[in-house]
């Protein structure tokens, strides 16, 4: 079983998965990516998400951004969704189609263009069962913490 499936709307949508695949190697979580548009080929993501081969899923959208949404109500896995800023309302339009779901469809959504935050929350998700993983978003955050008390530090320098 995968750790995590990618699906994006369309192929304009790279840069982002990019960012969400690197994180997620960072993490050595397995993944596949697809580009499946859920209004253009509804079908064809019905049929992925009905493979159940992942723990959870991250939708990337711009536009109406319905993908994750609508793969949220194909499963009752967790389902991350990243909205692209690209449209002309930036993002905006996008960002509602995901977080203004109807009561029992969740979508965990993160912010316009966040891929590396959406391979954080799904390495969270897993690490819940996982105490290899949990272990190394402990160093990460660790991490993360000596980078802001060093920049601290080299501030006062100046």
Not at 44 to 53: F, G, N, P, T
Not at 130 to 144: A, F, Q
Request: zero cysteines; glycine letters at 8%; hydrophobic letters at 45%.
């Amino acid at each position: 079983m995968t750790d995590v499936k990618v699906i994006m709307g369309s192929a304009s949508d790279i840069d982002i998965a990019k960012k969400v695949t690197k994180t997620l190697k960072e993490f050595d979580l397995s993944y596949e990516v697809e580009v499946i548009s859920a209004h253009r080929a509804l079908d064809v993501l019905k049929e992925s998400i009905e493979k159940d081969d992942a723990e959870v899923y991250i939708g990337i959208a711009g536009m109406a951004a319905h993908l994750a949404g609508v793969m949220a109500g194909m499963t009752i896995k967790p389902v991350i969704g990243v909205p692209v800023a690209g449209s002309k309302t930036g993002g905006f339009d996008a960002l509602l189609s995901m977080v203004q779901m109807p009561k029992g469809v969740p979508v965990a959504t993160v912010a316009l263009n966040g891929g590396e935050n959406a391979a954080i929350l799904a390495a969270q998700i897993l690490a819940l069962s996982n105490e290899k993983l949990k272990e190394k978003l402990v160093n990460y955050k660790k991490e993360m913490r000596e980078k802001v008390l060093a920049d601290d530090k080299n501030l006062e320098e100046i």
